[in-house]
Nanobody, 123 residues
Framework: VQLVESGGGLVQAGGSLRLSCVAS????????IGWFRQAPGKEREGVSR????????YYADSVKGRFTVTLDNAKKTVYLQMNSLNSEDTAVYYC?????????????????WGRGTQVTVSS
């Protein structure tokens, strides 16, 4: 399984970014992709999760109402639309794969990880 994130960058507070995660190297239809982030000096934390093929989503309280995760099944691509960004959203964002669709946002539940994309929000 390979995961490649893109779409990070520098944005002003209140702005928006859309991250993409392209997944490959597997053929099953039932899986989950999670988005996580890690700020300097902090532990990696879960942000959002989406299940294929149902599209069922889950969000951490810190991003609920601001972030939206979507899935393009045909392209095996997951998007994370991030709105109303603030300085606390600054982090490296990772997508991760698990075959266990009951997983929420526990880091240890995910077996494969991308390399991450940096998001920096300036105030």
């Amino acid at each position: 399984v390979q995961l490649v994130e893109s779409g990070g960058g520098l944005v002003q507070a209140g702005g928006s970014l859309r991250l993409s995660c392209v997944a490959s190297g597997f053929s099953i239809d039932d899986y989950a992709i999670g988005w996580f982030r890690q700020a300097p000096g902090k532990e990696r934390e879960g942000v959002s999760r989406i299940i294929s093929p149902t599209g069922s989503t889950y969000y951490a309280d810190s991003v609920k109402g601001r972030f939206t995760v979507t899935l393009d099944n045909a392209k095996k691509t997951v998007y994370l639309q991030m709105n109303s960004l603030n300085s606390e959203d600054t982090a490296v964002y990772y997508c991760a794969y698990t075959k266990f669709t009951t997983s929420l946002l526990a880091v240890l539940d995910y077996d494969y990880w991308g390399r991450g994309t940096q998001v920096t929000v300036s105030s």
